[in-house]
Every structure is written in structure tokens, then in C-alpha cells.
């Protein structure tokens, strides 16, 4: 089988925050022991609630952050050998908020070559060919070159992301909430260019998302995370169809799909999101969990595959 | 049922450098006692603009009017503001879409709680103090007490969206305006205020006003709907009637768009509506909507829409009979 893009192995990312006035400082496990792999071609979908970590895997693979413990490896080498640059050949973000990741002094043309001229890329001469061409494919009219960003819709933005990514052809790009701050009819626009871009590039995609409905259009498998960690991976049709972890389950229920037929759901999940500097023992879900007993609040549950399912789980709902 | 709010025929004009902007053209819907209207639209289409209007918060230079815009039976283009400060926050409240940025962060939630009500009631500190405690309860936050002397920083986005709902509350209102309240919140918590937002609506029997843009809100929540483009209503009718049977190029276009677990096919391309929002600046003639609709016709830069009534309550604004649009829609 061919080496995944991306594999990680338990990694960790601990912060020393500040618990409070003249009270010290404390460790905050942003992300505590992710092992994910991302074949080649592939679409992982990580979702999960806001502080559950996915931001943090996203800087840690992309080098923006060290690693704490555990180990990333990049088409079988261990990130911490390659320099930042060479990460940045092969993988390229495209951020959530296309207002805020766009530099407003400089026009299209400049911000889209920032990588080739930041990596030192041969070929000054045909830039302006290359950024003609990368236009075209992500949907952005030529004319636009000399444009300030200011001067863009927020769709239009986003293309400037991408056209930003791809100029590099990386083999992944890694999308942090690609479509979150976009209207509905924008948000269409920018999904169909990605499933377009990944079908000629044969790009490698980590969506990170918390639109439930939008991960399980695009992604070939899907993570949840949970304060930090994985509790449940599988591919994206059987997750869907056969949610095992209660906090899967809850939130697919709250995903509100237009159905005026329908009312409100009940997720039974409680108000609050727990505090994750001060984790709840054991099961770090148990709080929140219908299903929780005595052992869930002493024991950590240990995750378990069947079929490619893999959960983190005490009381998983069996795989069909 | 009694109606609290109508508006009627309510335009809004900003100047701007680049010309006048008509924000919102010719925009009627009412809301009755415990009714939920929700106006649907992308940002631009004047949406926000409507409800800052019915306010009286308009941004300073603009202009509002309207054939009739009265709320509880008062007309709201004749009172002055003093008497329109009076109404505002207390019988009228809103719910705006950043917690985090529309509490202010020096103030304790007590004393931005108890403020709501000192302005508007002749009650002592403890009567407002005894209220904002019975408020943070009903709304679902647990040690109440306590709360009050917590500063907006040390609450989550959750829990600040209820503690703005509970402000809202205060005084009792008739009426509710929510902008966006759950944009900015998880999608578990989202589920839990709107479940909240309805059943406070049907205990106090207000009337609530949601602004959004997201559809599966609007579907879960509301009774009647107005979906709005370039600062016109284009189609409106009950939930079920749209969501069901929608008739105007954009309401489908839109309902397209959106990727639904079940029936659109994973990896497949979504429906998309090319283009984007034009800019409602100086002289408009015809539909607005033109330029990005699949089924227009040159006759569409000519002749003004109208919006059409095909039944009470339910009206669409387009050239073309229901049927030819489903016919071109199915077409394109």
C-alpha cells in the first residue's frame, strides 16, 4: 500500500497557560495523542466543536507549531527532519476567513506569488504566465491581477486563497474552515472548485469543519474530535450511516437540515462544553453522556477498531 | 391573532460617496403574538437593514420610510425619540449576533441585566437583581446567583448568547428581533438556544423576528418566512408552502446550493447561482436578480417586478407564473 501524505502518530501539543492571578501556570493539552493517517487522494473531514483541537492539528502539520510529544511523518519522514520550507512545498493552507488572510497592500498578483518568491522558485521570468494560468483554473478573472484585496468580494477572496495554495502544487492543502465566513451561494461556489481542483490535481484535501453537511458531501473519511482527542474515524459513509460514539451521535442529530417538516432536535447534551484545562477524569465525555456510568468517570477509554471503525468508547453502539 | 408589528412598503436610503444606496425597497410583512417570521437572505440584502429600521438604529444619514410601520397599534414614523427609546429595549428588545462583542466587557452581567430594566421601570436594585436571577434561570444557566458578578470574558459563547437573550427579556417585550443568533455558535449549542428562543416565545407570547441566513434554522423555527435579495422581498409565504413549493429562481437556486445529508450525492457537484450580489446603487430598473437567473428573458431589464399574490399570505416576484418557473428551473 502506498505511504500515506500525512501520519501521525500520538501527537501532542501542550500549552502553559496562565490558571489565573498569582496562581502560576498550568499545562492545557490542546491535543492529547492524535493518530490519524491521510492517504494519498483522499479527503479527511475533522470535525468537532470550538477548543476541541482541530485548529491545533492544522498548525502542527503545517510546522506553524512544534510538536510536544509524538511524531508527524510526511510521505514517510519524520517532519521534524525537513526543513519548514520543504513542508511548505508540499502543503499549502487555505484559512477561514479570507478578510483577515490576505495582506490589504498588495494586489492579487503579489499575494498569489508570495510562496514561489518566499521558496525561491526558478522561473521569474514566466510568473505572469503561471498566475494567468492559476487565475483561469480557480475562476478568477485575469484582469483582477493588479486588484487590491479590498476591492474583492468575499468569493472572490477565497479564490485568491486557492489560487495562493496551488500556485506551489502541493500534494495536500489544508482547509481550515474553507467556507464558514461565506454566503450560501459563495459557499457552493468555492465547494465545487474544490471538488473540481482535487479531480484535476488529484489533490489531497484536510477539511476541517464544523458543518457537519458539508464534511459528509466532500470527505472520503471523517474524525471527530473531542477535547483533544480522537474518539471516533471512520469512512464518511459509515460514519454517517452508523454513528458509534454518543458525541457522534449527538452531533449529528443537531446538524439542522432544511426540512420544515421537522422540529427542533434534543441533543441531551448539556450546556457546557467542558473547560479543557481542567478535563473531566476518565472519559472526558462522560459529563455530557447519556450512556455514562461509574466506570466511564475513573477509566479513560482506550480506542478499539472493528472494521475500520475505530471509537473511543466504553458503551460504542455495535458496528452494523 | 393580534398583530404586533406591520410594516408596510418600508424603504431604507444610505448616502454613500459612490451614490444612494437602496438598502431595503418596498418591504411589508407583520408579525402576530407568538408568531415566528423569519427573514432569509445572503448579507447585502437588507435583511439586517429592515430590522435596524424598525428600530429606529439606522446608521446616521439614513432615511427611512414607510406607508405604515406601527407596532402594538403605535405609529412608529410619528413618535419622537424619546418616546421611541422608551419602546426600545423594553417592549421591543434584539438579540444580536456577537456575544462576544455586544456585552460590554467592564460591566458585570448583573449590572448589565438589572440596567435593562432600571432604565425602563420604576423598580428598586433588589426587584432588578430578583429579575435577572429569574431570567438566567429560565434561560437555563445554572448557579444564577452567582453569575451576576461574573464579567462577560468569563462565560462561554453559550453562555453569553443566553445571558443577551435573558437582557432581551427584561422587560418583558412583545416583541423580539434575533439577528443571527446562532451563527456564531457550535452547532450543538445552536439546537439548545433555538430550542430555548421558542419555548420563551411561547411562554411570554411574543413576537420574534429572526434574521438568518441559514436555511435549516429558518425550516426548524419558523412559522412564516421572507426571503429577501438586494433589499426586496422576493418570495414569502408560510414555512411549509416555501421549503415545499418554492416558486421564485432565487429561493431555488439557494435551496440548491446547500449540501443536505441524504439527498445530495457525496463528492457531486452542488447546485450554484454564478456571480454575486449586485450592489442596489442609484437608478435599479428591472428585476434585480437578472444577471444571475437562469431563466431571465430581456423583457426582465425592462419591466418592474411585482410581487404577486397567488394566494393569502404567499406571493413571489418574478415575470413568470409558477409554473413556467419550475418549468425553466427543471430545464436549466
Redesign the interface.
Known amino acids: 500500500m502506498d505511504e500515506p501524505i500525512i501520519r501521525t502518530v500520538d501527537v501532542r501539543k501542550t500549552y502553559r497557560v496562565s490558571a489565573g492571578t498569582f496562581k502560576g501556570k498550568r499545562s492545557l493539552h490542546a491535543v492529547n495523542g492524535v493518530s490519524i493517517s491521510v492517504k494519498r487522494g483522499s479527503v479527511l473531514g475533522l470535525v468537532g466543536e470550538s477548543g476541541c483541537g482541530k485548529s491545533t492539528m492544522a498548525k502542527m502539520i503545517l510546522r506553524l507549531e512544534d510538536i510536544t510529544g509524538g511524531e508527524i511523518y510526511m510521505n514517510g519522514k519524520p517532519v521534524s527532519s525537513v526543513s519548514r520550507k520543504h513542508i511548505a512545498r508540499n502543503i499549502q493552507p487555505i484559512f477561514q476567513d479570507p478578510y483577515s488572510s490576505l495582506n490589504p497592500r498588495k494586489n492579487i498578483y503579489s499575494i498569489i506569488t508570495l510562496p514561489l518568491r518566499a521558496l525561491k522558485v526558478d522561473g521569474a521570468s514566466d510568473r505572469h504566465k503561471q498566475v494567468d494560468e492559476i487565475m483561469g483554473v480557480v475562476g478568477l478573472a485575469p484582469r483582477l491581477k493588479y486588484n487590491y484585496p479590498n476591492q474583492l468580494s468575499g468569493g472572490q477572496r477565497q479564490r485568491v486563497a486557492v489560487a495562493r495554495a496551488l500556485i506551489m502544487h502541493p500534494d495536500l492543502v489544508l482547509c481550515d474552515e474553507p467556507t464558514s465566513a461565506l454566503d450560501v451561494s459563495v459557499q457552493s461556489q468555492i465547494l465545487n472548485l474544490l471538488i473540481d481542483l482535487r479531480k484535476e490535481f488529484g489533490l489531497t484535501y484536510i477539511l476541517i469543519s464544523h458543518n457537519l453537511a458539508v464534511v459528509q458531501h466532500m470527505a472520503s473519511r471523517v474524525a471527530v474530535m473531542y477535547l483533544g482527542r480522537i474518539v471516533e474515524e471512520a469512512d464518511t459513509q459509515a460514519l454517517f450511516r452508523n454513528p458509534r460514539h454518543p458525541y457522534t451521535q449527538a452531533l449529528l442529530t443537531s446538524v439542522l437540515t432544511p426540512n420544515p417538516h421537522l422540529g427542533l432536535p434534543e441533543t441531551h447534551l448539556g450546556i457546557t462544553y467542558p473547560n479543557p484545562i481542567d478535563p473531566p477524569p476518565g472519559c472526558t465525555f462522560h459529563p455530557r453522556c447519556p450512556k455514562a456510568d461509574q466506570r466511564c468517570s475513573r477509566e479513560a477509554p482506550q480506542p478499539v477498531v472493528e472494521k475500520d471503525h475505530l471509537v473511543e468508547c466504553f458503551h460504542p453502539e455495535p458496528v452494523s | 391573532m393580534k398583530s404586533v408589528l406591520e410594516v408596510k412598503s418600508l424603504y431604507v436610503d444610505l448616502p454613500l460617496p459612490a451614490g444612494m444606496l437602496h438598502a431595503v425597497r418596498n418591504v411589508s410583512f407583520h408579525v402576530n403574538q407568538g408568531e415566528t417570521v423569519s427573514l432569509v437572505g445572503?448579507?447585502g440584502c437588507g435583511k439586517s437593514m429592515t430590522a435596524l429600521a424598525v428600530m429606529n438604529l439606522l446608521p446616521r444619514k439614513g432615511v427611512r420610510r414607510a406607508e405604515v410601520l406601527s407596532f402594538e397599534g403605535r405609529d412608529l414614523m410619528k413618535i419622537d425619540d424619546s418616546k421611541m427609546a422608551d419602546i426600545r429595549g423594553n417592549k421591543m428588545a434584539m438579540i444580536f449576533q456577537e456575544p462576544m462583542t455586544s456585552l460590554d466587557p467592564c460591566y458585570t452581567i448583573g449590572n448589565q441585566l438589572e440596567e435593562a430594566i432600571l432604565q425602563h421601570r420604576k423598580v428598586s436594585t433588589a426587584e432588578a437583581r430578583d429579575r435577572a436571577v429569574f431570567l438566567l434561570e429560565k434561560v437555563?444557566?445554572t448557579a444564577a446567583e452567582s453569575r451576576l458578578k461574573q464579567y462577560p470574558h468569563q462565560l462561554?459563547?453559550?453562555?453569553r448568547q443566553?445571558v443577551m437573550i435573558a437582557m432581551g427579556l427584561m422587560c418583558g417585550p412583545s416583541l423580539i428581533i434575533a439577528d443571527e443568533p446562532t451563527t456564531a455558535l457550535?452547532?450543538?449549542?445552536?439546537?439548545?438556544i433555538?430550542?430555548l428562543l421558542?419555548s420563551l416565545q411561547q411562554e411570554f407570547e411574543m413576537g420574534l423576528i429572526l434574521i438568518t441566513?441559514?436555511?435549516?434554522?429558518?425550516?426548524?423555527?419558523a412559522d412564516r418566512l421572507a426571503v429577501m435579495y438586494c433589499g426586496e422581498v422576493v418570495e414569502t409565504g408560510t414555512?411549509?408552502e416555501?421549503?415545499?413549493n418554492p416558486i421564485h429562481p432565487y429561493t431555488r437556486?439557494?435551496?440548491?446550493?446547500?449540501?443536505?445529508?441524504?439527498k445530495?450525492k457525496?463528492?457531486?457537484?452542488?447546485?450554484?447561482?454564478?456571480g454575486?450580489?449586485p450592489t442596489p446603487i442609484g437608478e435599479l430598473t428591472g428585476c434585480s436578480f437578472r444577471n444571475r437567473c437562469p431563466s431571465a428573458s430581456p423583457d426582465c431589464a425592462r419591466t418592474e417586478t411585482r410581487l404577486i399574490e397567488i394566494s393569502p399570505g404567499r406571493a413571489y416576484r418574478c415575470l413568470l407564473s409558477p409554473e413556467a418557473c419550475a418549468v425553466e428551473w427543471n430545464r436549466a
Open positions: 445572503e448579507s437555563g444557566i462561554s459563547g453559550g453562555l443566553r457550535d452547532v450543538t449549542i445552536q439546537a439548545q433555538l430550542s421558542a441566513h441559514d436555511l435549516g434554522v429558518v425550516s426548524r423555527t414555512t411549509e416555501v421549503f415545499d437556486g439557494l435551496m440548491d446550493c446547500i449540501p443536505v445529508p441524504g445530495t457525496p463528492g457531486e457537484k452542488l447546485g450554484s447561482i454564478p454575486m450580489v
